[in-house]
């Protein structure tokens, strides 16, 4: 089983283990906000199974930059849509080719499709009439994905707490 972990101001912080969760709570770290149906058992005895607790101090999380330019982290950042005509997309795209001194960085690479991509090829936007769908630029991924990103790892007990947060 695993616990959610909101920091004292709501926000979703972590996901721990059930057992590091009691430890939290008997520690007077913690205050339990939802349990379990089924007991944790311990030679100590039986306790509630917490699945989502609430620290009692705020703890600021750990702000972490985006990190390199990527293939897969492009694609995340757009949501797998191409950048021209808003399709699925399966590539990535140099705004401003490389053949004509357009780097490698977050403000120059969009998700593509291949119908885009070919259609495109290494000429500029303004030589073919398109427009950008977004802009690019540096991802907003500040805390460090969790959890409560990928919908088929919600436990049901999460969905009050994570109402900003889960899509």
């Not at 101001?9 to 913690?30: N, Y």
């Not at 609430?54 to 990527?70: A, E």
């Not at 797998?80 to 080719?97: K, Q």
Request: aromatic share 6%; proline share 9%.
């Amino acid at each position: 089983m695993r616990t959610l972990v909101l920091n004292a101001g709501f926000e979703p912080l972590a996901v721990v283990s059930d057992r590091r969760a009691v430890v939290l709570v008997l520690r007077s770290r913690a205050r339990v906000l939802e349990v379990a149906e089924d007991p944790l058992v311990a030679p100590a005895g039986s306790f509630p199974r917490p699945t989502v607790i609430l620290l009692d101090r705020y703890i600021r999380p750990n702000r972490r930059r985006p990190g390199p330019v990527s293939r897969r982290a492009v694609l995340r950042r757009d949501a797998h849509r191409c950048a021209y005509c808003g399709a699925g997309a399966d590539t990535v795209d140099h705004v401003r080719p490389r053949s004509r001194g357009g780097p490698s960085s977050w403000t120059n690479l969009v998700a593509c499709c291949r119908k885009c991509n070919h259609a495109k090829a290494d000429r500029l936007l303004e030589d073919l009439g398109w427009k950008l769908r977004v802009k690019p630029g540096e991802p907003a991924w500040a805390v460090h994905p969790g959890p409560w990103d990928s919908p088929g790892q919600l436990d049901d007990a999460w969905l009050a707490y994570l109402s900003g947060v889960a899509a």
